[in-house]
């Protein structure tokens, strides 16, 4: 199967479950990979039957810039519904870093796997 990724696509959104972090908006850092058959869009060179990268990072900043949640877990599960559901994605694999959550470390997350391959 083939794939399309996006990495380090930087976000911002209203993100946290201490009361500190609901009146500020935080970065987060997606990587996302998406099965996806790209041999039409190959074989007819058309941007149409390709699985748009900019049209879906354009949709994921808009869902970040609209999300509301407590946790990371939740913004990975509704994300990745939207898209799957929006898009026709039949499996992706998401991975939501926060920066800067702990101190010691240079991210914290997590990382979900959706659909079938």
């Known amino acids: ?15 946290g479950a201490y009361d500190w972090e609901r009146g500020i908006r935080q970065c987060l850092s997606l990587d996302l990979r998406m099965a996806w058959d790209n ?6 060179d058309d941007l149409e039957r390709a699985l748009d990268y900019a049209k879906l990072s354009a949709r994921i900043q808009t869902f970040a810039a609209e999300a509301r ?3 990371v877990e939740t913004f990975a599960e ?7 559901a ?10 939501v870093t926060k920066p800067g959550a702990v101190p010691a470390a240079h991210g914290v997350g997590v990382e979900i796997e959706r659909g079938c391959r």
């Open 1 to 15: 199967m083939d794939m399309v990724f996006i990495e380090g696509l930087e976000v911002d959104t209203l993100i």
């Open 39 to 44: 041999r039409a869009a190959a074989e007819q």
């Open 69 to 71: 949640f407590l946790l």
């Open 78 to 84: 509704r994300l990745a519904a939207v898209l799957m």
């Open 86 to 95: 929006e898009q026709g994605i039949t499996w992706l694999r998401l991975r």
